[in-house]
Nanobody, 122 residues
Framework: VQLQASGGGLVQAGGSLRLSCVVS????????MGWFRQAPGKEREFVAT????????IYADSVKGRFTISRDNDESTVYLQMNSLKPEDTAVYYC????????????????WGQGTEVTVSS
């Protein structure tokens, strides 16, 4: 199973970006999917997760109301729409797949993408 994340870049505070993560091989519909991020000098942290059906989601408090996770099971892709971006959102963003239920815990995930960098300027 391979995960390819894309969509990162440089954006001004208040702007928006949409990250995408395509999952190749495996059966996408069986995976709970998550987004995590790691800011410079910090530990990697949970951002958002979505259930296999796409009907259930969980967000970190720091992004709630600004970020939206979604998935397209026909395209084997999970998205992270990021609005009202802040400088503290600057990080490398990773998508991950859990062969089972969706989860906020990094240790639950079986497969990880390579990360896409997001920089928010003030």
């Amino acid at each position: 199973v391979q995960l390819q994340a894309s969509g990162g870049g440089l954006v001004q505070a208040g702007g928006s970006l949409r990250l995408s993560c395509v999952v190749s091989e495996g059966t996408f519909r069986r995976y709970g999917m998550g987004w995590f991020r790691q800011a410079p000098g910090k530990e990697r942290e949970f951002v958002a997760t979505i259930s296999r059906s796409g009907l259930s989601t969980i967000y970190a408090d720091s992004v709630k109301g600004r970020f939206t996770i979604s998935r397209d099971n026909d395209e084997s892709t999970v998205y992270l729409q990021m609005n009202s971006l802040k400088p503290e959102d600057t990080a490398v963003y990773y998508c991950a797949a859990n062969d089972g239920a969706y989860s906020t815990a990094q240790r639950s995930y079986d497969y990880w993408g390579q990360g896409t960098e997001v920089t928010v300027s003030s």
